[in-house]
């Protein structure tokens, strides 16, 4: 807040080349009401009593050519939250402490979201710039923090364990055999930036640690670690040691730590040598597996947690600093001087200098697991069923919520990743954004028996644009020829040159309700004379087959009256006075559609003339030439010389003598 920062605009060109454009862009900004931005690409920001987001646009005509991008900027309200709003890795960062320096107050805890991610089995997630990584056993997605909603999925085979943010990218280990794959994809995008190999031998692999431009992984076909380029992934050393899985490093400095096997490494991270080895006396074999991370103290030292004892060693005098045997589980959790650890289920805090118990909390049911998330103010730790904080200094719970699983803090949200839910809990109190804009997206003009397809974009209060078409009600209006489909609109034959159709959309989200409507022109796809010339097909096939359904019907009703009338009425067993009320029905019905029929056929050949004027080429014109011949035998001398003009066409000249005889001689014509 209270800052002003430049932006700058590029255009890049199918030659190939790129171009500076930011005096040329025009600047604007999503609803706000704490910032501006001038021509130049300064954006200056206002006061502010939360962290907002905006959203940044640059519109840019080339020629033809019309361009628009948009980048979303996080405003924080305190300039400190830059370094510690982030949960970027497992427990937090490259040291792997498990500490977020912020002061939190569980009364305004709330909860802000919650998820079902497909795929399940999550591993704990990470947590960057207003947005959330998430990886499971297939798949590694990124949701907007706001309100979980999926940015984009990609995926994978075999995600080992959690993935990290860093450099504007999330990097994660993939497949189980080798060779694996060290990847890299943009945060913004999803698009995979590299993906770099390792040897393995079906092992699984913590969260890679990224640390001044070097990614390091636990790998090698036979045990080992490797170095990388983050921003290449070009791989820099490699440094073979006992082969162990589920594990990964801690990096400070210039030194990579990695406890394996019985020892605690100290790895030169620039050439990936072997600086110095402190032995653990008390190593026992559990396995093939660590399953752990060494931690970075503040004491020049690393802790760990193995066989249930915690470790310090002592990175000074290079052997382990201090000991105690127990029933440690997890991770431990180190924070201004204090180890925080799970002992039998208990939350235990003690002296990092010895290992001293300061103090313990119970859970009021069942044990604690860990690894556990320290603040200023609140450690959280979850048991089986329910997650709870405990202040520090009360050293009494304030606060807890039905859920458990791997905890991440981020984003201002606490993340429970249980199975296949993730639940997000807004720290502070968490005001939802509301949509303000509802706006239909798509072409203003189009052509008949096409499908288009319209979106219907969302716009909030906290500067999200999103996609709700398929969470709309459409409706439209303008002609029966049209039907939409959410969103998916599709347009018959007109029966006219130019018709317009609105389309209509409604949103709902919560007790806000947004409409937009737009107006769509329909063109036809021929001329106009082709569009005629259809329409009074069209027509006449519809009356051609009205005229032999009503013929059938004839049949069926002239059927009915001969046996009512005729010497079969003594077969029926009704009486004869309701035989002869029904014949009488049945008589007027016949009277009635003969004069229907005489009125379709009269008008069948007035179209049948109008299609001879508008299309040479109308197949009809057989139908016209194949009545003319149906005509020609009759014995009337006036039929024979309608043919005025001599040219062996009926023409419209000829209309009103053929249509004369037509009426004088219905019964002698089968038509």
């Not at 603040?375 to 520090?392: D, R």
């Not at 004869?576 to 029905?585: A, F, G, I, P, Y």
């Amino acid at each position: 807040q209270e800052s002003s920062v430049y932006f700058t605009a590029t255009a890049f060109f199918d030659d190939n080349t790129q171009y500076n454009v930011t005096n040329k862009v025009i600047w604007s900004l999503s609803n706000t009401d704490f910032a501006d931005i001038d021509g130049a690409g300064l954006l200056t920001i206002g006061p502010i009593e939360r962290s907002r987001d905006l959203v940044l646009y640059a519109s840019f005509g080339y020629k033809d050519v019309e361009l628009e991008a948009n980048k979303t900027v996080i405003v924080l309200e305190d300039s400190s939250q830059m370094s510690t709003s982030d949960w970027p890795t497992y427990q937090g960062n490259p040291q792997h402490t498990g500490y977020v320096p912020v002061t939190l107050d569980s009364e305004d805890f709330s909860l802000r979201w919650e998820k079902t991610i497909e795929g399940g089995s999550l591993k704990p997630v990470s947590a960057s710039t207003g947005r959330v990584f998430v990886a499971t056993s297939s798949a590694l997605s990124c949701l907007d923090a706001r309100d979980g909603e999926s940015l984009w999925s990609q995926a994978t085979s075999s995600c080992h364990h959690q993935p990290t943010y860093a450099y504007g990218n999330v990097y994660i280990q993939t497949d189980r055999h080798s060779p694996g794959y060290l990847r890299a994809y943009e945060a913004d995008t999803g698009e995979q930036v590299f993906a770099s190999t390792f040897s393995q031998q079906w092992d699984t692999w913590w969260a890679p640690v990224v640390y001044d431009g070097g990614v390091y992984i636990g790998g090698g076909y036979y045990g080992g670690i490797d170095g990388y380029n983050a921003f290449t992934g070009e791989k820099q050393w490699y440094l073979g040691m006992p082969q162990y899985d589920k594990w990964t490093p801690a990096v400070q400095g210039n030194l990579v730590f990695a406890y394996v096997g019985g020892s605690l490494f100290a790895i030169n991270r620039h050439y990936g040598t072997t600086v110095y080895k402190i032995n653990d006396p008390n190593f026992n074999w559990r396995g093939w597996s660590m399953r752990l991370a060494p931690v970075i103290g503040n004491l020049n030292n690393v802790l760990a947690i193995y066989n249930g004892r915690l470790k310090c060693f002592d990175l000074i005098s290079k052997e382990v600093g201090w000991e105690i045997e127990g029933n440690f589980s997890g991770q431990p959790s180190v924070a201004e001087g204090c180890v925080y650890t799970v002992n039998n289920g208990v939350l235990e805090s003690r002296d990092e200098t010895a290992g001293n118990l300061i103090w313990d909390w119970t859970p009021p049911e069942g044990s604690l697991k860990s690894p556990m998330i320290v603040t200023q103010t609140h450690v959280i730790a979850c048991t089986s069923a329910n997650t709870y904080t405990i202040e520090i200094l009360s050293r009494e719970s304030n606060w807890s919520y039905p859920a458990s699983g791997y905890l991440s803090l981020g984003n201002d949200t606490l993340y429970i990743a249980d199975d296949d839910v993730l639940t997000a809990i807004a720290t502070p109190e968490y005001i939802p954004a509301t949509p303000v804009k509802l706006e239909i997206e798509g072409p203003d003009e189009i052509f008949e028996s096409s499908t288009n397809a319209y979106q219907a974009t969302v716009y909030y209060s906290d500067g999200r644009i999103r996609n709700r078409t398929a969470l709309c009600n459409w409706t439209l209006t303008g002609t029966p020829l049209a039907a939409i489909n959410q969103g998916s609109l599709t347009v018959g034959e007109l029966l006219y040159p130019q018709e317009t159709v609105v389309l209509r959309a409604e949103y709902t989200q919560g007790e806000t309700t947004l409409v937009d409507e737009k107006e769509v022109i329909v063109n036809i796809s021929g001329t106009v004379c082709e569009l005629v010339t259809r329409n009074l097909e069209g027509a006449l096939k519809l009356k051609q087959e009205m005229l032999l359904a009503i013929e059938r019907a004839l049949a069926r009703e002239r059927a009915s009256a001969d046996i009512i009338k005729g010497a079969h009425h003594n077969l029926c067993d009704i009486n004869n006075q309701d035989l002869n009320k029904s014949w009488n029905q049945t008589h007027l019905a016949i009277v009635r559609e003969k004069a229907v029929k005489k009125d379709l056929e009269k008008s069948i050949v007035n179209l049948s003339c109008a299609l001879e004027i508008f299309s040479g080429e109308s197949a009809y014109l057989e139908d016209m030439e194949q009545f003319k011949n149906m005509l020609e035998p009759a014995d009337d001398e006036q039929l024979r010389n309608a043919d005025v003009n001599g040219d062996g066409k009926i023409n419209m000249l000829d209309i009103a003598e053929i249509s004369r005889f037509w009426l004088a001689n219905y019964e002698r014509v089968n038509f």
